[in-house]
């Protein structure tokens, strides 16, 4: 089964790019979805599909994915982005939903 | 706009069963799957298990024996029940719905597209 791995913790100080990854073998041919989680919230979805944006999530935000790595970009980042933020994909072979281990993004 | 929303009674004692709803409002349940996830405390979020609306089931392999999700179309409703609770099931449970329709009628069910805000559950006696 898929274990996705994530940093536990990133920092960034505001107004420049903060990248995260979610490493997988092959990951490059799953999709993959991330989402925020503030604290005390829900998690909200920000990327779906490795790179579409929902509706009302800033442009700050994209994803990408090839080989062994996704990545989410952020940005221009603004204090509000401070969160937890959580890859994750659907194991075809299980019909399984599998999330990553998270990462603690911290603006400086 | 759905929006979800979880009941339950908030605390479980050992060797119980976990009981939860979630209730769907501003949207049907037919023609979704619909998903439960829960989140320790500190830690990450981990899949539970899905239903899709004609009533087929899939479970997290680590959870498996110990769940069951049902639903309740009439109410646009579905539970999930988790027996033989112990201390490592205390989390905040989230009900979520899979995936999205496009503009064409596809069904995109690979991610949880609306989450509601979770319901804490402590195991203790």
């Known amino acids: 089964s898929y274990v996705l791995t994530q940093p536990p913790s990133v920092s960034v100080a505001p107004g420049k790019t903060a990248r995260i990854t979610c490493g997988e073998n092959?990951?490059?041919?799953?999709?993959v979805h991330w989402y925020q989680q503030k604290p005390g919230q829900a998690p909200v979805l920000v990327i779906y599909y490795d790179s579409d944006r929902p509706s009302g999530i800033p442009e700050r935000f994209s994803g990408s994915n090839s080989g062994n790595t996704a990545t989410l970009t952020i940005s221009r980042v603004e204090a509000g982005d401070e969160a937890d933020y959580y890859c994750q994909v659907w194991d075809s072979s299980s019909d399984h939903y599998v999330f990553g281990t998270g990462t603690k993004v911290t603006v400086l | 706009q759905v929006q979800l929303q979880e009941s339950g009674p908030g605390l479980a004692k050992p060797s119980e069963t976990l009981s939860l709803t979630c209730t769907v409002s501003?949207?049907?349940?037919?023609?979704?799957?619909w998903s439960w996830i829960r989140q320790p405390p500190g830690e990450g979020l981990e899949w539970i298990g899905y239903?899709?609306?004609?009533?087929?089931?899939n479970y997290s392999p680590s959870l498996k024996s110990r769940v069951t999700i049902s639903l309740d179309t009439s109410k646009n409703q579905f539970s999930l029940k988790l027996n033989s609770v112990t201390a490592a099931d205390t989390a905040v449970y989230y009900c979520?719905?899979?995936?999205?329709?496009?503009?064409?009628?596809?069904?995109?069910?690979?991610?949880?597209?609306?989450w509601g805000k979770g319901t804490t559950v402590t195991v203790s006696s």
């Open positions: 092959n990951i490059g041919s799953k999709s």
């Open positions: 501003g949207g049907s349940i037919t023609g979704y799957y």
């Open positions: 239903i899709y609306y004609i009533g087929s089931t």
């Open positions: 979520a719905r899979v995936g999205r329709f496009n503009e064409y009628g596809d069904y995109f069910y690979y991610f949880m597209d609306v």
